[in-house]
């Protein structure tokens, strides 16, 4: 491959930063990851995930790791099952489709998962960190602060345990929701969604000490959906020792709705006749939204695989140094805030149409008329 190689700087080891560097790493491109949890089992983290076969399945393929997904996603994880406040079951659909291929253009079977295949964070994770070289994480390595080197355009990355500085060509902020990173680039932070508050609870080895609660979830999920209410279980975890999670979810109907969503958009777009500063966002960090789409890990895993094709773009142009960078880095964002927001707007339909007046019986007639293919489910 052509062109100086930059040194890479990922802060934050979750889904996006985590994907960035297998996608990295599978292209040839060495990067430093800082986390600064202890190691990937330091805390919780979270629930499972459903992987689209047009966006977060593509990404795990640029890394190489599709065929090690098929053998880690967890079985029967797509099944799902919608019911009223009452106990009413109006829709259920048993997963009959995860494991198999999508067609190719070719009338032949693709090396993608049909629908939405489930898998485990933890699972994922370990996934994505197997896949790369030992020493690309930095655990315990929380980053104090992200400063420009004077007279150029790279970046002086500070820990906090006050070792020297070290020098990145390119920062990327995968840091989440409560992003630092983000700091560099606007002052707007996180805010509450239109007044929904979520409790996260869960019912561990649920098949053993609730074998009702176990039944009643299935092996996938479970939504009830009313008017200004909603319960979305989940099975997390495979076989005797699985759980259960559900948030339950109260939509404050009486509070002042927010100003629009979080995004960094408009003080990039006020940039763009300018040399963007060598240094970006994936994820979270970038587009927080709301969970109601299930959309939001995809969207992340599709932001690494784009940075990657404009960063190996830029090596194989022998632009890597120099404004070339940095004028790829405004086409991503460009195309990361306009995929995003497509994103972002279904998710937000989606949170208002659930918790409406018979949003249970909504959600079934977009889904059945979707037919096999969940990628066809429109909120409007």
């Not at 880690?72 to 489709?97: C, P, S, Y």
């Not at 995968?174 to 929904?196: C, K, M, N, V, Y």
């Amino acid at each position: 491959m052509a062109g100086i190689t930059p040194k890479i700087a990922i802060i934050g080891a979750g889904p996006a930063g985590l994907m960035l560097a297998s996608i990295l790493h599978h292209s040839n491109i060495s990067c430093t990851l800082f986390e600064r949890d202890s190691s990937a089992v330091a805390r919780a983290q979270g629930g499972t995930l459903d992987i689209h076969e047009y966006s977060g399945q593509r990404a795990l393929d640029a890394a190489g790791l599709l065929d090690e997904f098929r053998t880690v996603m967890r079985q029967g994880g797509d099944a799902i099952r919608i019911l009223t406040k009452n106990g009413t079951v109006l829709f259920e659909h048993n997963g009959e489709h995860e494991g198999v291929s999508t067609e190719g253009e070719d009338g032949t079977d693709s090396k993608f998962v049909k629908g939405r295949p489930e898998i485990d964070r933890p699972a994922l994770k370990n996934l994505l960190i197997a896949s790369l070289l030992v020493d690309t994480i930095h655990w315990s390595s929380k980053v104090r602060s992200v400063t420009p080197v004077p007279d150029s355009q790279k970046w002086n990355i500070q820990l906090d345990d006050d070792s020297e500085p070290v020098t990145f060509d390119l920062v990327v902020g995968a840091d989440g929701a409560w992003s630092r990173t983000r700091a560099l680039l606007t002052e707007q932070q996180p805010r509450f969604t239109r007044g929904i508050t979520a409790l996260d609870v869960w019912c561990h080895n649920v098949d053993e000490a609730a074998p009702d609660v176990s039944r009643f979830v299935g092996p996938g999920s479970c939504f009830l959906f009313e008017k200004d209410r909603g319960l979305f279980f989940q099975r997390n975890g495979q076989g005797s020792k699985a759980d259960a999670r559900c948030l339950a979810c109260v939509k404050m109907s009486t509070l002042t709705p927010p100003s629009p969503a979080f995004s960094v958009k408009r003080i990039l777009l006020a940039m763009h006749e300018q040399p963007v500063l060598r240094v970006t966002l994936v994820g979270d960090s970038a587009h927080l939204m709301t969970p109601f789409a299930g959309v939001g890990v995809n969207v992340a895993m599709m932001d690494a695989l784009e940075l990657v094709r404009g960063i190996v773009d830029c090596f194989r142009m022998g632009n890597a140094d120099g404004e070339g960078l940095a004028v790829m880095l405004q086409q991503y964002e460009k195309g990361m805030f306009a995929r995003s927001g497509e994103e972002a707007a279904k998710t937000e339909a989606a949170m208002h149409l659930q918790f409406q007046e018979g949003g249970a019986e909504k959600m079934v007639d977009i889904i059945k008329s979707a037919g096999s293919n969940p990628e066809d489910i429109v909120f409007e």
